[in-house]
């Protein structure tokens, strides 16, 4: 995994996703579909998005463990994640994060928000009575509750007001660190692509001007990117 310091204020540019999969997307395919409608759909995060046609989101949100085994260790490595120690998974979706987590580093008690009432319904049965609907903006948790808070691909999909109280509330909740990821762009080509890609986001920006915004804020919590 490549680690960059950018400074004492904002924590590491880091990829802790280096693990996961990497799936070939069809972007083209995506673009000519993607209409006004779509969109819409796709930003209620109900069945539609998760369990609907491939055009409206996942086509299809089910588990595999491929996906998340390989990450733990090295989320369990960054943070030295132990038994007893705390992490909360903001935009759990159905849990799947959250199930391997739980099951790869015994004693871990997990926690998991969606704005989805029908992600949680549908929830990984042996996590899912740590999954609850919550919005970002406004965390259910107390402050400096939560060793690590985690949320991936997930606070970009807010307007930027909004998404500025969600890294709030993420600085609040955590104890020990946090990691997010988001939408964005480092060239013309990576933004043709992510406006070509996108479905729900409603604040993308240039890797640079994301770094202003945590700064800004007054986030400490490490972050990366998804290009499409």
């Not at 490549?2 to 799936?23: D, H």
């Not at 969109?39 to 089910?62: N, P, Q, T, V």
Request: hydrophobic share 40%; glycine share 6%; aromatic share 12%.
């Amino acid at each position: 995994c490549l680690i960059r310091l950018v400074n004492m204020t904002i924590g590491k540019e880091i990829n802790l996703l280096c693990n996961y999969p990497q799936s070939k997307r069809d972007v083209s395919s995506r673009l000519e579909s993607k209409t006004k409608e779509v969109r819409l759909i796709a930003r209620e995060f109900g069945k539609d998005f998760f369990d609907g046609s491939r055009s409206h989101g996942y086509g299809g949100f089910i588990y595999n463990p491929r996906f998340w085994e390989p990450v733990v260790p090295t989320f369990q490595k960054h943070w030295n994640l132990s038994e007893n120690d705390s992490v909360l998974d903001v935009g759990c979706a159905k849990g799947f994060m959250l199930y391997d987590l739980q099951k790869l580093i015994h004693g871990l008690k997990v926690y998991g928000v969606d704005i989805s009432k029908y992600a949680v319904d549908n929830a990984k049965e042996e996590v899912k009575d740590f999954c609850e609907v919550a919005n970002a903006t406004k965390l259910p948790f107390d402050d400096k509750s939560i060793d690590v808070v985690i949320s991936i691909n997930t606070i970009h999909n807010l307007e930027e007001r909004d998404l500025i109280l969600a890294l709030l509330e993420i600085e609040r909740v955590a104890k020990r660190g946090s990691f997010i990821t988001v939408d964005a762009y480092r060239n013309d080509e990576d933004k043709d692509r992510m406006e070509a890609w996108n479905l729900t986001a409603k604040t993308v920006k240039h890797v640079d001007s994301w770094k202003e915004l945590f700064n800004d804020v007054g986030f400490t919590g490490d972050y990366y990117w998804f290009f499409p």
